[in-house]
């Protein structure tokens, strides 16, 4: 079973950036597409960005396209959510996930994925 670990969250003032990553481990990482998914208090988890084992097919939520941007690296295990211009609403907890079955192809389906990160919080004030 393969394991994810989150970093780089924080707090940040709106209009600021993040850079979260997502280590990957116990499992062969160019055979996994990966998400990035997030949840506010009191609401559903929503995908915010995937990407597809080789990095060439990339999706994103209408809510951060033309702000975030997801990448991997598969030499280092990992994929990252680069965030700019930062707003409140953007105030959730990130957690990466992993999807094993059609690897070359994103979903937005958090049920797609097999196994999750423990998650990392974002806050941006106002």
């Known amino acids: 079973q393969g394991q994810l670990v989150e970093s780089g969250g924080g707090l940040v003032q709106a209009g600021g950036s993040l850079r979260l990553s997502c280590a990957a481990s116990?499992?062969?990482?160019?055979?996994?597409?990966m998400g990035w998914f997030r949840q506010a208090p009191g609401k559903e988890r929503e995908v915010v960005a995937a990407?597809?084992?080789?990095?060439?097919?990339?999706d994103y939520a209408d809510s951060v396209k033309g702000r975030f941007t997801i990448s991997r690296d598969n030499a280092k295990n990992t994929v990252y959510l680069q965030m700019n211009s930062l707003k409140p609403e953007d105030t959730a907890v990130y957690s990466c996930?992993?999807?094993?079955?059609?690897?070359?192809?994103?979903?937005?389906?958090?049920?797609?994925?097999?196994?999750w990160g423990q998650g990392t919080q974002v806050t941006v004030s106002s």
């Open positions: 990407i597809t084992q080789r990095g060439d097919i990339i």
């Open positions: 996930a992993a999807k094993r079955r059609a690897y070359w192809q994103t979903s937005r389906r958090g049920g797609d994925y097999d196994y």
């Open positions: 116990g499992e062969t990482f160019s055979w996994l597409a």
